[in-house]
């Protein structure tokens, strides 16, 4: 029997979830000969680029390129769409390189989708606050560390920064001060499994992270 591993390399795997989340198999089939045949190279080419951001503008760029051709190679990606297998793939960027672990590919339905979508679009507008709060007046200044007297000053001021920062992909930082024991200690460790993870799980970013994993 296949495993979550098995699926998340699987073309047939993948193909079958985009099935279930509502397209059509004009758009799988795009998506197939865009070089996009498992879940894990979706995640692991988007990972490197801008994400799911560069995963709705590419969709867009097919709807220009296709959406008018011939009938035979027509296709049209919906906002809907477009917005689900964002919020998917935003959902495994974050379990796989944040939580180090995979979802099961085909527990993903239609209305699951949606809510990644939804969720997609949260994480995009936080993340754009958390951008303009950089530049804020009230964000956490951190003076120059003086002496041993001002050391808890400065820790305190430092941990308190590192809490409430996200990095350039819109990862928490907070793992940098996560003391708790780990599942995983290092990157190169074999990804868990887990058939769902709940990213609405209030400190899931906190203790679970498996390392303290930032990416740049």
């Not at 920062?165 to 190169?188: K, Q, S, W």
Request: net charge neutral; glycine share 4%; proline share 3%.
């Amino acid at each position: 029997m296949a495993t979550i591993t098995d699926r998340y390399s699987s073309e047939e795997s993948f193909m079958d979830f985009l099935e279930s989340i509502g397209f059509s198999p004009a758009q799988r089939n795009r998506i197939s000969l865009e070089g996009f045949t498992s879940m894990k190279i979706l995640v692991a080419h988007s990972y490197q680029l801008e994400g799911s951001s560069g995963l709705e503008k590419y969709l867009r760029d097919l709807n220009k390129t296709y959406a008018g051709a011939a009938q035979a190679i027509r296709v049209h990606y919906t906002p809907r769409i477009v917005s689900c297998l964002a919020g998917c793939l935003n959902y495994y960027i974050l379990s796989v390189y944040a939580l180090h672990t995979i979802p099961g590919v085909l527990v993903i339905d239609a209305n699951m989708a949606a809510n990644h979508g939804k969720f997609w679009t949260k994480y995009k507008c936080d993340k754009n606050a958390s951008d303009l709060y950089k530049d804020d007046d009230v964000a956490t200044d951190l003076s120059k560390l003086k002496g041993a007297t001002a050391w808890v000053a400065f820790r305190d001021a430092f941990t308190y920064k590192l809490r409430n920062a996200i990095n350039a992909r819109g990862l928490p930082m907070v793992c940098l001060i996560d003391t708790a024991i780990r599942a995983v200690t290092h990157e190169n460790a074999n990804l868990l499994e887990a058939i769902h993870i709940n990213l609405n799980k209030e400190l899931l970013f906190d203790t679970p992270m498996p390392y303290a994993r930032i990416m740049n």
